[in-house]
Nanobody, 115 residues
Framework: QVQVVESGGGLVQAGGSLRLPCAAS????????MGWFRQAPGKERELVAS????????YYSDSVKGRFTISRDHAKNAVYPQMNSLNPEDTAMYYC????????WGQGTQVTVSS
């Protein structure tokens, strides 16, 4: 089955940190760049971080640069953003997918940052 499963979200205070595991089936993960996307209420879904197949050349949007770090674990078919110095503007539903997205979206994981 072709799927991604996001987890790790929750409520965190401003300045806190979260790590969001994304597990993907091998057909999605192997050989593809992977990205983390987010969608805040009333806004379009946006790419915030991505990493290429061999785990290099990470991309970060300006809004998260210097605070988020993306990595991938080939043995686990998993991709992780480490999110530090969170602020209320980071509140959103977070999703992972190939970059660019080509497979059905998962349910996402909600991140809420309180001020």
């Amino acid at each position: 089955q072709v799927q991604v499963v996001e987890s790790g979200g929750g409520l965190v205070q401003a300045g806190g940190s979260l790590r969001l595991p994304c597990a993907a089936s091998g057909r999605i993960f192997s050989g593809y760049d992977m990205g983390w996307f987010r969608q805040a209420p009333g806004k379009e879904r946006e790419l915030v971080a991505s990493i290429n197949w061999i785990g290099r050349s990470p991309y970060y949007s300006d809004s998260v640069k210097g605070r988020f770090t993306i990595s991938r674990d080939h043995a686990k078919n998993a991709v992780y953003p480490q999110m530090n110095s969170l602020n209320p503007e980071d509140t959103a539903m977070y999703y992972c997918n190939q970059d660019p997205p080509r497979v059905p979206w998962g349910q996402g994981t909600q991140v809420t940052v309180s001020s």
